[in-house]
């Protein structure tokens, strides 16, 4: 069966950097497009990035666009989060996914993604 397993989520400090990884197993990895979402406390989960089968096409949330960075290694079936500038409003469970199509738009929206990671929690301090 598919599984999604992220780690690299704890406690950084406001203006710090973290990085988080998300393995993928039971799948044709580099068939799939991938997502990063997370769920603040009381909030819906939302959108941070998603990146093509390739990897050659990304795509951002405006809160993060330029701090974050989404990346992907076809050959380990892991895609990755590099989280720079953190700020205290970044504080959530991360949660990667897989499946999203690219067409027509970027998979920005939850049902997207076929696919789900158990989440990461990632706690900034100010």
């Known amino acids: 069966q598919v599984q999604l397993r992220e780690s690299g989520g704890g406690l950084g400090q406001a203006g710090g950097s973290l990085r988080l990884s998300c393995a993928a197993s039971g799948v044709t990895f580099m068939s799939y497009a991938m997502g990063w979402f997370r769920q603040a406390p009381g909030k819906e989960r939302e959108f941070v990035a998603a990146?093509?089968?390739?990897?050659?096409?990304?795509d951002y949330a405006d809160s993060v666009k330029g701090r974050f960075t989404i990346s992907r290694d076809n050959a380990k079936n892991t895609v990755s989060l590099q989280m720079n500038s953190l700020k205290s409003e970044d504080t959530a469970v991360y949660f990667c996914?897989?499946?999203?199509?690219?067409?027509?738009?970027?998979?920005?929206?939850?049902?997207?993604?076929?696919?789900w990671g158990q989440g990461t929690q990632v706690t900034v301090s100010s």
């Open positions: 996914a897989l499946g999203g199509s690219w067409r027509p738009t970027p998979p920005v929206a939850l049902k997207a993604y076929d696919y």
């Open positions: 990146i093509s089968w390739s990897g050659g096409v990304t």
